[in-house]
């Protein structure tokens, strides 16, 4: 069965570059969701989309914006990257539909971000 | 503002022996709760969801169960293997919103 697909799996940049971080969901989901997880530490909710509109918003820095796009894909920017903006970053999808349900989500294998 | 926590932080069984790990949560109006495991470096596999109007799910050696009105929920793993080595998380989804509030793990290691 596809799963969720996220590229680059693997990210050095130095402090005060960009980055951005893809993410296709699985086919047929409508809603990605983006995590950040720092080292030891665990997955914490930046933000997430629902038919390329924002649904929910956590912890995300202002530094960093997120759009879904027409094909459901998702891309993560982050401008003026920090040391502490090391980490594994998730995208999950998951199948909302017209109905609202809040279904099961699947994560991504994650992007290994390291600023140095 | 929800706030997971799992006990133990690690556990370390020998093979065949089963395994209970605890998730508890603060705030019980809740829409799902998930398992997931995770292995070093590596993403999360889904494992089991349990809605807020379900008491138990079960998949293989795996049963979950879900006590809303007490905040918790524990992982039984039967019969343990080494290949179950990792660490285990629960999320709880609130029941306003989309996002998962993550417990800290359960980092578990099966010696053969």
């Known amino acids: 069965a596809a799963g969720v697909i996220q590229s680059p799996r693997h990210l050095i940049k130095e402090k005060r570059e960009t980055a951005t971080l893809k993410c296709y969901p699985i086919?047929?989901?409508?809603?990605v969701y983006w995590y950040q997880q720092g080292p030891g530490q665990d997955p914490q909710f930046l933000i997430s989309f629902y038919e390329k509109m924002q649904s929910d918003k956590g912890s995300i820095p202002d530094r960093f914006s997120a759009q879904q796009f027409s094909d459901y894909h998702s891309e993560l920017n982050m401008s003026s990257l920090e040391l502490g903006d090391s980490a594994l970053y998730f995208c999950?999808?998951?199948?909302?539909?017209?109905?609202?349900?809040?279904?099961?989500?699947?994560f991504g294998p994650g992007t290994r971000l390291t600023v140095l | 503002k929800q706030e997971v926590t799992q006990i133990p932080a690690a556990l370390s069984v020998p093979e065949g022996e089963n395994l209970v790990l605890n998730c508890s949560f603060t705030d019980s109006a809740i829409y799902n709760l998930q398992w997931f495991r995770q292995d070093p470096g590596k993403g999360l596999t889904s494992l089991l969801l349990i809605q807020s109007s379900q008491r138990e799910q079960t998949s293989g050696r795996l049963n979950a169960s879900l006590d809303k009105s007490s905040g918790r929920s524990t992982l039984y793993i039967a019969a343990s293997q080494p290949g179950d080595s990792a660490t285990y998380l629960c999320?709880?989804?609130?029941?306003?919103?989309?996002?998962?509030?993550f417990g800290g793990g359960t980092r578990v290691l099966v010696k053969p």
């Open positions: 999950a999808s998951s199948l909302v539909g017209l109905a609202g349900a809040r279904d099961e989500q699947f």
């Open positions: 086919p047929r989901h409508d809603t």
């Open positions: 999320a709880v989804m609130e029941a306003a919103g989309n996002k998962l509030t």
